[in-house]
């Protein structure tokens, strides 16, 4: 079992950073990869930014370039930073952890962008 628990969203101008936080404790020997996604009210969750132990990472189109997600392996954390934020980032983001056989969700962290 794996548990996430993120942190850091709350309210911010546009225009305005945020930096997200995961936590990751338990049994990640099965993990392959920690990806952030977020979701709209209505609307499927989707992912924003992707790290495989690789350390190879992949974006969202429409956050290239301003976004970056990054693991301290040290802290058992992984983090996206969010710079020149818009209103349309507004969603739940979510921490997730992708493995062979099962991926392991945290509870979400609301991110509101004002215009």
């Known amino acids: 079992q794996v548990q996430l628990v993120e942190s850091g969203g709350g309210l911010v101008q546009a225009g305005g950073s945020l930096r997200l936080s995961c936590e990751i404790s338990g049994d990640t020997s099965a993990i392959n990869a920690m990806a952030w996604y977020r979701q709209v009210p209505g609307e499927q969750r989707l992912l924003v930014a992707g790290?495989?132990?690789?350390?190879?990472?992949n974006y969202a189109d429409s956050v290239k370039g301003r976004f970056t997600i990054s693991r301290d392996n040290a802290k058992n954390t992984v983090f996206l930073q969010m710079n020149s934020l818009k209103p349309e980032d507004t969603a739940v983001y979510y921490c997730?952890?992708?493995?062979?056989?099962?991926?392991?969700w945290g509870q979400g962290t609301q991110v509101t962008v004002s215009s």
């Open positions: 997730a952890a992708l493995g062979l056989k099962d991926d392991y």
């Open positions: 790290l495989t132990n690789l350390g190879r990472t």
